[in-house]
């Protein structure tokens, strides 16, 4: 088993009598019967339906105060704070940052010892293992690799894995306040509950949903040698066809245009960045959309 630490996520407290209901109403995943031990994968969305900020949220359980854990990136997680206490208005809620007091673990490649403290599995797909929320105590780190079970790597080896899992990663895989939800897969991830009442942005998700018209979608690519920059453009021919995400290796992520993709590849043309080529690691994946996970 795997664990790493990483540096580039951040933790967002949510509390008070009605903390529940209050970020019930503003998120696309229903919380209602969270529970402390599981997780739930969710954003915050612009009224018009583009993702501010995505997040994983834990509940806490009492022994550590209640309330909830949201985990964000971590150069967001204050505008994210900001933009809840905007919203809470007379609500009993109360918002803190505190990613400079809690760390974020993951682990995979196998099951855990045993955990302890705040650790849930990830929602968004299992084979991402599990997360765990600790304090940046100076020997933490050896007492996690025992605790776990698990050999401490770098944080790029988790890259690596979630990039061979097709988990995108916002400010790499797409740009937050220009995707909506279906263009990241979270409809796929367990991120979206289509079932549950309003909230921010929620007509316009519900409206894609129901009409089928996400066209641009975050699909897993191999490459056949150096992988092209990030932001690169991938062409079929001429035509521009999506953009290329993160890499690791010979995998990476990639936003495109499903249609022009299909088109693409039923006429034999090789998709290319940056002059480098590239393929789709499932080509049916542009034809026949995978089974969706509604949370």
Request: glycine share 10%; hydrophobic share 40%.
């Amino acid at each position: 088993m795997k664990a790493a630490f990483l540096p580039d996520r951040g933790v967002v407290k949510v509390a008070g009598d009605d903390a529940r209901n209050f970020l019930n109403g503003l998120i696309t995943t229903d919380i209602t019967e969270l529970r402390p031990g599981q997780a739930k994968f969710g954003a915050l969305l612009t009224p018009q339906g583009k993702i501010i900020v995505d997040f994983l949220i834990t509940e806490l359980p009492d022994d550590h105060g209640g309330g909830f854990l949201l985990d964000v990136p971590r150069a967001l997680a204050k505008r994210l704070a900001d933009k809840l206490t905007f919203y809470k208005l007379r609500a009993k809620v109360s918002v803190e940052d505190f990613s400079d007091r809690l760390k974020m673990l993951a682990a995979w490649d196998g099951e855990p010892r045993m955990t302890a403290g705040i650790a849930f599995i990830d929602p968004r797909d299992t084979a991402l293992g599990w997360r765990l929320v600790v304090a940046p105590h100076a020997d933490v780190e050896d007492d996690y690799s025992v605790i776990l079970g698990a050999d401490l790597v770098d944080s790029s080896a988790y890259e690596a894995h979630r990039i061979a899992t097709g988990v995108p990663r916002g400010g790499l895989d797409f740009m937050y306040g220009d995707a909506f939800p279906h263009e990241t897969n979270m409809d796929r991830l367990n991120g979206v509950d289509f079932d549950k009442g309003c909230y921010v942005g929620q007509e316009v998700v519900s409206r894609m949903q129901h009409r089928g018209t996400a066209r641009t979608r975050t699909v897993k690519i191999l490459l056949d040698g150096p992988s092209p920059e990030a932001g690169a453009t991938i062409l079929a021919g001429e035509k521009q066809v999506g953009t290329i995400g993160s890499t690791a290796g010979e995998k990476g992520l990639a936003l495109v245009r499903i249609d022009r993709v299909a088109d693409a590849l039923d006429a034999g043309l090789p998709l290319t960045a940056g002059g480098l080529s590239l393929r789709l690691a499932d080509p049916d994946v542009v034809r026949t959309p995978p089974k969706q996970n509604i949370a």
